[in-house]
Each structure stands twice: as C-alpha cells, then as structure tokens.
C-alpha cells in the first residue's frame, strides 16, 4: 500500500530553535496535511495544503506542498516547550476516496 | 462548538465478548472516519461512512468488524467476539465535506 516516510523517529531540540520535519512518498498525493497529537489524545490539525507548491502558515509553523507532489515539509520557529508531541505528515494520493494515509510520526522534544 | 466526541475515552472487554466504540461528528459534518492506532504507529485507515452508506470499507477487517453512520445518532463502530490483537486506539475524524478531518480524543480498547 501507499506509505509515508518521516524520519527521524525522534528530534530534540532547545526552546526558541527552529526546527524543520519532512515527509516522502514513492507515489503522488493530493493533499498534505499535518497533526500533531500529545498524550492520550487524538490528532489536531496544523496545516492542511492542497496544491502542488503552495506555502501555508499557522503563527510559527509554516508547511509546503512538494512541487513534485512526493513529499511535504513543516517548519516551527522560536520552539517553545508546549511545542512537544508526535506530529504526523498524511495524505491522500489519487484515487484513495478521502482515506488519509499516515506516517509514523516524529516526536519532539524541547528543552528548556 | 463541541469538536468530535467518542465514547466510551477508555473500554475494557474479555476475549470474545464485543465492543461498540461511539462517535458523534462535529455539527454540520456528515462524513466520518474511523482509524486505528497501534503504540508508536501511524493512524491507519479503516472505514468512510456518509449517512446511512458505507463509502469505503477497504482498511477494515472482513470478520468481526462492522460500521455504521445511522440517519439519527453517532456512527457506531463495532468489534464482535474480540481478541487480543485488537487492542488499540480507536479514532474517528469527520468533515464537513471531504476534507479537512478533524479527530476525536479516542477509544482506548483494552483486551483481558
């Protein structure tokens, strides 16, 4: 079936550092999108993109649709310590009805 | 604006006994989504309903699992004489048409 890559599985970074996490395919999506879940939670939505090459932003967090198609990227400036938890890149790619496709995920940790 | 509330948060059941995980899309959505998460994975899709029709039901398994979105009430996700392997996060999502999906907090399905 039709995977997503993120990697590494884990990042550590220091409160106020940038930090940016990418997300590949082998095959083509049509939309990204980006979670972020914490402990015992569900998934809340960060960014959603839906053009190839398009360039959204939600306060310090900036996401892109690949120009390929084949991957995504998330960028958070200046962290900040409730910045920590998983974030997961998902897609949908052509004829998957909706079903978002999801990666593993990275977690973040940020000290202080 | 209450987002999208499943119940029971935690369930608890014996092997062979069944489970009903319930789901209520936010107000004004009429698609839903249920995904599984396993520790330390991606969400992984199992079944779109609209009302009263099951859209694609290609992540769910063929024995023991059924859905349903009814005219009136939550979309009802059902695990018949559970087993063990069946332990895991439960989420729905939905959307006002087909994107973006918004998620719930999810069932946590435990297996004695």
């Known amino acids: 079936g039709q995977q997503l890559n993120q990697s590494p599985q884990s990042m550590f970074i220091q409160e106020g550092e940038d930090v940016s996490m990418n997300c590949t395919s082998s095959s083509i999506f049509n939309t990204w999108l980006w979670y972020k879940q914490d402990p015992g939670e569900g998934p809340v939505l960060l960014i959603a993109l839906y053009k190839a090459g398009e360039l959204t932003s939600n306060g310090r967090l900036t996401a892109q649709f690949g120009i390929t198609r084949k991957d995504s990227f998330l960028n958070i400036s200046a962290s900040i310590p409730s910045d920590v938890g998983i974030y997961f890149c998902a897609g949908i790619y052509t004829g998957a009805n909706s079903k978002l496709t999801f990666g593993k995920g990275i977690t973040l940790s940020v000290r202080p | 604006n209450a987002g999208v509330m499943q119940n029971p948060r935690h369930l608890v059941r014996r092997r062979g006994q069944e489970a009903r995980l319930r789901c209520s899309p936010m107000k004004g959505h009429s698609h839903v989504y249920w995904y599984r998460q396993l520790p330390e994975e991606g969400l992984k899709f199992m079944v779109y309903?609209?009302?009263?029709?099951?859209?694609?039901e290609s992540g769910m398994p063929k024995e023991r699992f059924s859905a349903e979105f009814p005219k009136e009430g939550p979309s009802i996700l059902r695990i018949q004489q559970v087993v063990r392997g069946d332990s895991a996060a439960y989420f729905c999502?939905?959307?006002?048409?087909?994107?973006?999906?918004?998620f719930g907090d999810g069932t946590r399905l435990s297996i004695l």
């Open positions: 309903l609209q009302k009263e029709n099951i859209i694609d």
């Open positions: 999502a939905s959307s006002p048409t087909d994107q973006p999906q918004h």
